[in-house]
């Protein structure tokens, strides 16, 4: 049976009485109260949550939750999301030639383990074309060079207006984007860079990690802003590697972890898990 | 600065309107809560529930807070403990000839790591001695034999009596405590098992990895129950062997498990951060 | 390019000049050696070596080679296989409904991480049949009953049979083998099970796991002997829960080490790195 | 029982023969070979090898091994050097205010896990010579500044000379050693480096990580060389962290994660199980 759940992301100065105001606001209204995390961050002063509440038997109608929850969120001068269950996120992946992490996204996906629709596929080559077509995903083929850049995003964009996309998931995307790429969907990308971030920022991680002689390899998972790989992360994760493992070795060893280093952060976002301030985010578990 | 808080550990039936009137009781009397952290178990409709706050302007002396937290607690039948930081835990260790796990906890203990007094070390043996006499912890030595036993016991009985001992670290101790013992000290009693539970129960789990031919061997730290190696597990860790490694090697590397799982499961408990159900633990992080 | 190389597996009662007799007869007639590794068991006196080399150049025809390294074996009492890596292994990989484990293997295998060919998939069930199409390879329903068992093992039989396979997978196959078909194929089958054996041995080992309230869960890849879950290890790994997660997020994670730890072990046999004795194995890096 | 025995690292241009080569050398001298292992670069044409056998029985009198090899050695050019495990490496441990790392050595090395002699410890400051002085270990302070840098590490080579040391380890010492220093002790000095190098190279590593929000913090051993935090990575590990830990947490998660990492490396030098080339360590198990 589906859960018909809504889950509050707040955001605001820390503030005595913040959470006993939340707890009445819900109880008032007879929420059953599901999931409940909070955090302090108590050098910059903020109060961040994440509540979770059974909409059965819940007093207020779904669509009048804001105006309801309002004088509570300007009380507190809060920033908040309200997250609905039933309302799936609209994804879209890009991705390039290596399909590893694509096909591993779409057979989750299949298995029941993203709780999202993935609306379209944008590639800019035509690899992927069969993988998406085996899970029926629309896929679209956009070829980028130096010359098309703002032309082949302008159809990207549309793409995304058109399937009212809310989250666009870079796996294995090998284009750069352009600053108004970014700042159109802010927090609302997510790449995969295959090492654990900030070692190896930039191109050809695995070749340097050979090459420093490094004992454990990393992937990250974290939200693209302008500056590159400098985003905040979302997961790492490492595996061990040894003087016997070649260049090769490494790739093959690392596709494993960017895999379930970007599944984990797709999965966290969809389940609205992740809360980002000071260019770091709170994962709540 | 010493931080001045207070925890309430709470169990009780799920039910609406909880969390409410724990917010409420706390900040109608002007509490800065620090951390909240809460878990539904909603297959035995279960709530849990660890928060703490500051006592620094909180409107209730310390010594009147379980009066007038009563009505809240019988209202929703919780079963609770009220724990403050200014209150320092008395721990006694226990310990064999295997001295590793002391010597990691005492080391700990002088940098600060574990909130508490250990108010006295009991061996079956005179290895430790030193170690102690080092660190300036009392230290008993308590042989005990098949025919002794109970009176062995009785002197440690009367020790922890004498010292107000709260927590009991069996760090390494190679006797089976009686019946009697573990029940005088529910929950109270953290041992540590050298495999990952519950694989290897019993003795010499070292020697049946090795011949099992395990990837992974693991250690498990845990409150003592009545049943060997059956009580809830605190905190497991693993680390990976190889065919080349001995008893010998798989000795030495457990070593390392040993000394990190149990010394977590022991700073866990002085920061109160465990609750147990069910034959399990929660452990607020 | 594709190498062309052989490599010998050896097992021997541990003796002086054993490395030097391999080593010249492989220097005598040209080798140039890739890969060496060797292990000795003091316990058993049992030396086991693993050596690969180039076969361009190599002065014996490679058919040749067991005429002419049969005397060296025989003055040492070797045990040993002779693998080209020209000759892929044929494998066979069984499976019922849980698909996750046939979908990565088939995704590793498209990508060029197991060198082997994939023959045929047989299920009990037709729900793997698109993703068997998708990939090309045959696929074979054999339902198998309490009353057809017999029969089901002599269709499969005949499959492995006429497609001469070399190794069988069983990827999250829910079906007991008989012991015949153990006994036919034997360090030639290669199952997962879903805990760190010897954890939760038979049946449903999540739903026990949560029971028991462990803080990691595993898997673990063996090759499949008479007594259930009592093979040779191949390999394991786990991977840390919390008090939050129920059954299905230890399904969900499990599947994850189920993936990776099975695909590890099937990897490693295709690449002729796995010895057994003793109930043990031995896998060369 | 001591074992006692002879090691051989071996590097030289990878030829055809080789193996054969010092194979026959020790078997036509009666060696009982323990452990073999090797290991090919490819891509700079290099052969690596350590190979330990029993002196019980050998043929050659320990003294005259050098002699009777230097032809083998001569004909392949190969580097290479002679380990005997009577033979035990005097090691000088330099500290500063952070005790953990030496603590643990000392306990180590205590129960017989680091085969060597601790000559002396020498630090800039007072603050471990009670911990020395219990563990029986000649203490010096001697204390460090920006004018009396030369004139101190004088007195360090003096008191290495006069104790004849192998090995200097680092065990957070935190004065910069002179490019004087580096020189004289070339793949003969370990440092412990507190993050996955080479992320967070330099000062503040933890606190570096907690204000990048990364999701892992690490610590690495490493030989020094002339460039700060440059040097062949010996060993790393990592372990993970969340939003609720602070730089505090991070920095005493960070202690465990150093003790375990700079042991090993030390442990792992005083087996001879490196060999450095190419600024990468191979590390045979």
Not at 64 to 88: G, T
Request: hydrophobic share 40%; aromatic share 8%; with cysteine.
């Amino acid at each position: 049976m589906m859960k018909n759940t809504a889950t509050l992301l707040i955001t605001c100065p820390d503030r005595k009485g913040l959470v006993a105001a939340i707890a009445d606001f819900l109880y008032s209204h007879d929420a059953n109260i599901l999931h409940a995390d909070q955090h302090q961050d108590s050098e910059n002063n903020l109060f961040l949550m994440r509540i979770e509440w059974d909409l059965n038997g819940f007093a207020i109608p779904v669509e009048d939750i804001p105006r309801h929850f309002a004088p509570v969120a300007s009380r507190f001068e809060m920033q908040w999301q309200l997250k609905l269950s039933a309302k799936k996120p609209q994804v879209a992946i890009m991705v390039s030639q290596y399909d590893h992490c694509l096909a591993d996204l779409l057979h989750r996906h299949q298995g029941g383990e993203l709780n999202c629709d993935i609306s379209l596929i944008i590639s800019n080559h035509r690899h992927t074309e069969k993988l998406a077509a085996f899970y029926g995903i629309p896929f679209h083929c956009i070829e980028v060079t130096r010359e098309n850049k703002a032309e082949a995003e302008a159809k990207q964009f549309a793409l995304f207006d058109e399937n009212r996309i809310d989250l666009i998931v870079l796996a294995r995307y090998m284009q750069i984007l352009s600053p108004d790429f970014v700042q159109r969907y802010p927090q609302r990308i997510i790449n995969i860079h295959h090492s654990f971030l900030p070692a190896f920022v930039g191109a050809r991680p695995y070749h340097r990690a050979f090459e420093r002689g490094v004992k454990l390899i990393g992937a990250t998972s974290h939200y693209v802003t302008e500056v590159l790989d400098e985003g905040p992360i979302i997961e790492q994760d490492i595996t061990r590697i040894s003087h016997r493992e070649q260049v090769e070795d490494l790739i093959q060893k690392g596709r494993d972890l960017e895999r379930i280093v970007l599944s984990r952060a797709v999965r966290w976002h969809i389940e609205s898990r992740i809360l980002v301030y000071a260019n770091k985010t709170v994962v709540f578990d």
